[in-house]
């Protein structure tokens, strides 16, 4: 398995995705699974936040659900915030709740081949260790100085 993904497949993900469950979203605005549900929706992709400890609030206008089992329709992506250890039972619970999966996206410092090898099994594409925020960013032309999207650019240096 491999950690290396073409610009076109990441751009080629990114532009089939429509809806996203994101597992392991944080109510804290300063953690990195909260800026990214932000950053995603204010892209245009529907999210459904996932976490149990938060099931029935209400993040960025979204309720969030317990588990992907509760998500009614179904999703393009499952993208995945939690360690490691834990993405195993993840990525077999949207491989049986979601026939129609495209992606299993696994965030910055999460890879675990055995749940990539199921997925890609059933013909879902992975991507590990990577962030679709920084990604999108990336290939669609948003990075600004140091790698951040500032939303400041000035015409003076």
Known sequence: MS??????????????????AIVGVSMNPVRPSYYVARYLKLKGFQIVPVNPGHAGEVLLGET???????IKG?????????????????????L?????????WMQIGV????????????????????CPKIEYQR?????????FATGVISSKL
């Open 3 to 20: 950690e290396t993904y073409t610009d076109q497949f990441l751009r080629d993900v990114l532009g089939r995705t429509r809806r996203i």
């Open 64 to 70: 969030i659900v317990a588990g992907l089992g509760d």
């Open 74 to 94: 179904g999703v393009d992506m499952v993208d995945i915030f939690r360690r490691s250890e834990h993405v195993g039972p993840i990525v077999d619970e949207a």
């Open 96 to 104: 049986a709740c979601f026939p129609d999966l495209s992606t299993v």
């Open 111 to 130: 890879v675990h081949e055995e749940a990539a090898g199921a997925a890609w099994a059933r013909g879902v594409d992975v991507i590990m260790n990577r």
């Open 139 to 147: 290939l669609f032309g948003e990075l600004r100085m140091g790698g």
